[in-house]
């Protein structure tokens, strides 16, 4: 199932779209960037020929807010990609006529689901580790500065991408809509955010009943504003420990496994 | 059919479960959002709006009778201001002590002292003289002709700090004092004025000079302005004072320095953070940009040679050294956070105090 | 034998999900069983539940009572619906794919592993070889549909459930599609299939049903529900009086033949000696067989 979904996406615009767009971005960087590397400083910076007045410093340094910039683009940016282009493969996933043609092969019912998701969730990750790596490649040939913690924001990317595309599916079980599948992945998104921020978000409000939900909403919601900091900090190979990626990340796929088991739920007693 | 309602309701079962371990794992751990995230530390760029209060309320003495003032000055900067004068360090003795790198330095300073003798410190010894450095003292500034030091004399007894030497009194306030050699030679001139000045000069021409100039009877010279007083420690060096901080001076970078470095306008802020910038300036772009390269690059080097041969303190001190060119001029950036210069110093005292080497 | 497949008692409504209570029934407690190695046709009006009923036997829909057997097995047994291929009204393909992709895909699924060779060969036996290598997305509907066919022939599966078969399929290809389910049968699969197409469902199928209302009205082989037992097809020799043979009750039923109701051999007989009186010849008489249109409509009459 997951490949016939790679198989599918390829044959997607969108998907085409993106890849030639962060195909041309890394071309346009290959060949308009100059980097000029003296001793491990990077003394001088161009951009299309045109001298960029950045500080002269360490290279590894240096490429640090680029790094974390790329974290945050590919986290958020691509998540809010996903959420439009993959909206509708569990709506098509359970069209009339396929779904009927699927469910009577010999395939459970959750691995039908299970497969879609894991189709999606190597999507994001192909996507965003061409992105990273891509980028880290580029820059490791100009600078001299190879690393391979660019790769590991971008599975932490996928985590969170997995995450939100874990309640889209759940949704279009329930709702067999790409609109409503994309309303939800954005309601997850904000929610995730929020959830990042809980602890400062509860201080300035009132104690009451607002409260108490936004507290619970925000506790069983995952934290993917907090994801996103902590890939920013492993792509720039800020220290980060162990523990607290630990914990976000097992926030967020325990998120993603109850989300899903809520899909399975309902997909097992669904009538098609 | 019931065999499958049945196993569907074990999923619902399964997702409560794990929508509860979920809220459990938020709620257990301290957070990640609360997790300390450094924020690199501040540098002081230009003029905040607590310095600048602060440098209003310092310009006590009215405007010079000279028409290069035309505002209300401040004593201190006043008497650094010789016409000629090419250097002027100031360091805010009171904001530093109060710091919390100031109170590590205090503490540290307090710890590796000799007790052996059982007498009494430097700083009782001072106090004695009717002056608390750690309480009247504001400011300390050096200049092209000596030290001037600001704050609150007015109990201070300088004939006994000074030999016993009776005063000259020069201009409105001023008190000249000559303090002897230990051969009985003349040495420094003293010139404590108005109970809030106290000027350390070479000689006795040099310090009337700087009373006069306080005095608003000399003219003033612009070696440090009024807007460049921010930081904790800040003031103007000419280049060659520079060329001893990248090894000898005489060697190839602080040749280069000396040479191509007409002046450094230095900041430090140690509020909490300790961040310094240095903002140097020359005739020649050229070599300029050149030599911030250079120095860009020998900033590097030392960070590469400290993280190579295992000193991860000394490459973490270096973390955010940095060189930011200009047109006409370039920016020599280092910072250090607290927490690493708290731990640098956490040894200070167990090594060097009463306890050491056992 | 077992039976092919065997529902009892099986009761389907379809609720309205925010509404509680108020909902459609569609199956009304049907009974059926279908013998292995026979082709059974299930006819009936739009709304009857014929596409409920095979979703039931699917597993695609769940029935809120009765019991459905499929191959002596239940058809929440994915094993068992490896042995089943089906082909749903409404088969919703891949439009970027190629048909030899599509069908390694569906192989895959049901744990085939299919080779080129073997894909030829189905492609050619449902007519689209020399459209294998252009995307299903420029498939007319008869293509299509020949492709899902192609699906459902994967593997050889024992129980073949075809949902409209010939739907969108010219004339000539549903003579190939009924030759190809033919030779299925006489491989030994067994056929259930729902078509409209009522003269393809009289060829193909030896028994028959007829839902209505969730309700099986008529079920078994199709010349005993085609048989019309007071009904008398009578051929005389050239020259006969056909206002005389009227008059003595025969219908003219077109191409020298007559219609003749009697409900039994006196009435026969009666009859006969009138059209002799007349000067009429017997040469041929047989028991007269309705279409299947005529069957259904009389079980839906009774049914009303």
């Keep these: 199932m997951a490949a016939d979904l790679l198989r599918e996406a390829g044959a997607r615009k969108w998907f085409l779209g993106l ?142 991408f997995a995450t939100v595309y874990a309640g889209m599916l759940a949704a279009a079980v329930f709702v067999r809509s790409a609109a409503v599948s994309a309303a939800v992945g954005a309601l997850l998104l904000v929610s995730g955010i929020l959830a990042g921020n809980r602890r400062a978000l509860l201080t300035t409000m009132s104690e009451g009943p607002g409260q108490l939900v936004f507290a619970a909403w925000t506790r069983v919601m995952p934290p993917l504003s907090t994801l996103a900091e902590t890939a920013a900090d492993v792509a720039a190979g800020s220290p980060v420990a162990v523990g607290q990626v630990g914990t976000v990340v097992g926030e967020c796929a325990l998120f993603t496994a109850g989300a899903l088991a809520v899909a399975v739920w309902r997909f097992e007693q669904r009538d098609f | 059919m019931e065999r499958s309602r049945r196993r569907s309701l074990l999923w619902l079962l399964a997702a409560l479960v794990l929508f509860g371990l979920g809220a459990l794992l938020a709620r257990g751990c301290t957070g990640p959002e609360e997790a300390a995230r450094r924020p690199p530390p501040p540098l002081p760029r230009h003029l905040r709006p607590a310095e600048a209060r602060r440098m209003e309320q310092r310009q006590t003495l009215p405007p010079s009778a000279f028409p290069d003032r035309s505002r209300p000055r401040d004593p201190l900067l006043t008497a650094l201001s010789a016409p000629d004068a090419g250097t002027a360090l100031v360091f805010e003795a009171n904001a530093l002590r109060n710091s919390p790198v100031g109170q590590l330095l205090l503490d540290c300073l307090e710890a590796s002292r000799p007790r052996a003798d059982g007498g009494a410190s ?66 420094p001139v ?21 009373v006069d100039r306080v ?58 953070d300790v961040g310094l910038v240095a903002n140097v300036r020359g005739d020649d772009p050229a070599r300029l940009t050149d030599l911030g390269k250079a120095l860009g690059g020998a900033l590097v080097a030392a960070r590469a040679r400290a993280v190579a041969s295992g000193h991860a303190d000394d490459a973490e001190l270096l973390e955010y050294a940095r060189v930011v060119p200009g047109h006409d001029s370039f920016s020599l950036e280092m910072a250090v956070p607290y927490e690493v210069l708290r731990a640098r110093l956490a040894h200070c005292g167990r090594e060097s105090g009463p306890d050491a080497g056992r | 034998m077992t039976p092919a497949l065997e529902a009892t008692d099986l ?34 009006p739009n709304g009857a539940g014929k596409t409920t009923f095979i979703k039931c036997l699917l597993g695609i829909a769940w029935p809120d009572r009765g019991t459905v057997r499929l191959l002596d097995s239940s058809p929440e047994d994915p094993a068992v619906r490896a ?83 010939t739907d969108g399929v010219d004339p000539l290809g549903r003579v190939e599609v009924r030759r190809i389910l033919e030779s299925e049968l006489a491989r030994g ?116």
């Design chain 1, 19 to 160: 890849a030639v767009a962060i195909t041309l971005l890394l071309l346009a960087l290959l060949g308009g960037l100059r980097l000029e590397v003296v001793d491990g400083a990077l003394a001088a910076t161009r951009l299309f020929g045109k001298a960029l007045f950045t500080p002269i410093r360490a290279a590894d340094i240096a490429l640090r807010p680029v790094f974390i910039a790329a974290s945050y683009l590919i986290f958020y940016g691509g998540m809010a990609f996903g959420l439009i282009a993959c909206s509708d493969f569990a709506p098509a996933l359970l069209s009339p006529g396929r779904i009927e043609h699927l469910l009577a092969l010999p395939v459970r019912r959750w691995e039908l689901l299970a497969g879609t998701f894991l189709g999606v969730l190597l999507l994001g990750l192909l996507g965003a580790t061409y992105g990273a790596g891509g980028l880290l490649v580029i820059l490791g040939f100009k600078t001299g500065v190879w690393t391979w913690h660019p790769l590991l924001a971008a599975a932490l990317a996928a985590v969170g």
């Design chain 3, 189 to 304: 699969a067994t056929l259930f299939v729902n078509s409209h197409l009522l003269s393809e469902t009289e060829r193909l199928c030896g028994r028959i049903g007829i839902l209505s209302g969730g309700r099986l009205l008529r079920e078994g082989p199709l010349d005993a529900l085609c048989r019309a037992e007071a009904s008398w097809a009578v051929r005389f020799a050239p020259g006969a009086d056909g206002a005389a043979l009227v008059a003595a009750g025969f219908r003219p039923a077109g191409d020298g033949t007559f219609h003749l109701d009697a409900p039994d051999a006196a009435a026969l007989n009666a009859a006969l000696d009138r059209a002799r009186v007349a000067g009429a010849l017997l040469v041929e008489l047989t028991r007269a067989s309705r279409d299947l249109e005529d069957v259904l409509a009389e079980a839906l009459r009774a049914a009303a």
């Design chain 3, 83 to 165: 042995r089943v291929g089906y082909l749903p009204e409404r088969l919703h393909l891949p439009g970027a794919w190629r048909p030899p992709a599509f069908l390694r895909a569906v192989g895959r699924l049901k744990g085939l592993r299919v080779t080129a060779d073997e894909l030829r060969t189905l492609l050619a036996r449902v007519g689209l070889l020399e459209s294998a290598e252009r995307r299903i997305g420029g498939f007319s509907k008869g293509m299509r549909q020949r492709l899902g066919l192609a699906a459902a022939l994967l593997g050889s599966p024992e129980l073949l459930v075809l949902d409209e078969p």
């Design chain 3, 11 to 44: 009761h389907k409504r379809y609720r309205r999900w925010m509404f509680g209570r108020a909902g459609q029934d569609a199956l009304r407690g049907l009974d059926l069983r279908v013998p292995r190695g026979t082709a059974f046709g299930l006819i009936g």
């Design chain 2, 190 to 210: 003293v010139a404590a004025w108005g109970g809030q000045l106290l000027v350390v000069a070479d000689d006795e021409a040099s310090a009337q000079a700087t």
């Design chain 2, 215 to 272: 005095e608003g009877r000399r003219p003033l010279g612009q070696v440090l302005r009024d807007d460049q007083a921010y930081g904790d420690v800040y003031g103007v060096l000419q280049g060659d004072r520079l060329a001893g901080l990248f090894g000898p001076a005489d060697g190839p970078l602080g040749g280069e320095v000396r040479d191509v470095a007409k002046s450094v306008e230095l900041h430090l802020d140690a509020t909490r």
């Design chain 2, 122 to 187: 430097p700083l009782e010894s001072i106090r004695e003289l009717g002056v608390d450095p750690l309480q009247d003292v504001d400011r300390v500034a050096v200049g092209d002709e000596g030290m001037v030091i600001s704050g609150d004399f007015s109990r201070a007894r300088w004939e006994a700090a000074f030999g016993g030497s009776a005063p000259t009194p020069y201009g409105a306030q001023g008190q000249l004092y000559r303090v002897p050699t230990a051969d009985g030679g003349s040495g």
